[in-house]
């Protein structure tokens, strides 16, 4: 790749970190794409895409943000950041301006991730207990990563971290897929959000799409290489 290749920032969802795209990292920087795995705090949508917005407008030249689930929605409002030249969206919510993740996801019937949520608490902004949730560990496997090997699955269970209720209720301000450009790849065995789910955001946003046939929720764990195609073919298109 050249000077004017763009950074691919990647962000994680709900029940995962940064370690979590270590395969695409790996794949990318084969590719000689740079790339920044930044670590999205899970704490609610508005603040979520102002850390993800600030990490990406301190990067020198072109930007190609890239999300998966949850992290699908902070792209959206964080791509209208000036420098971003793409979006990228991995077995994600991809939302309107105006739109929670929880009315885009209340449209299409529940996946097996609804049944199977451990509700915590933690410290909220004002003191006072708010809520967060994660994936019951016994039924990590099957809902997030079922075509993950099983030893490294239970290691993902208990190293999962929590989404904020916030990130399910609050709206989204901006819908930045109205003004970049857009690539989604669709987990046609998702059991974390309903397939539909992200077809139809996909469909919404005009983003160029790839689905693939048996991939978990976790396709960047489990096909880093067919995610870093999808990534570096956005890269080429915006570079």
Known sequence: MT???????????????????????AELQAHGVPVLATSNPLR????????????????????????????GAVITVAGVTENVVGLVYVAAYILEEGESLGELQGSFPDSPLAANVKEWTYPGPDGAPAGEVTIAAGAFPAVFAADVPEDVTKVLAVAQ?????????????????????????????????????????????????????????AIAVSQPKTVAELILQAVRAVG
């Open 44 to 71: 609610g949508l508005a603040s979520d895409a102002a850390y993800v917005a600030s990490v990406a407008a301190q990067i020198a030249g072109p930007v190609v943000l890239v999300g998966h689930s949850y992290g």
């Open 161 to 217: 971290r929590a989404l904020a209720v916030a990130g399910f209720e609050e709206k989204a301000t901006a819908a930045a897929w109205k003004t970049k450009p857009a690539w989604a790849l669709v987990a046609a065995a998702d059991n974390a959000i309903n397939p539909d789910v992200e077809r139809f955001g996909a469909q919404r946003a005009g983003a160029t799409v790839v689905e693939v046939e048996g991939a978990s929720h």
């Open 3 to 25: 000077e004017s290749t763009p950074t691919v920032v990647l962000v994680h969802g709900a029940f995962a970190d940064s370690g979590s795209w270590a395969g695409v990292i």
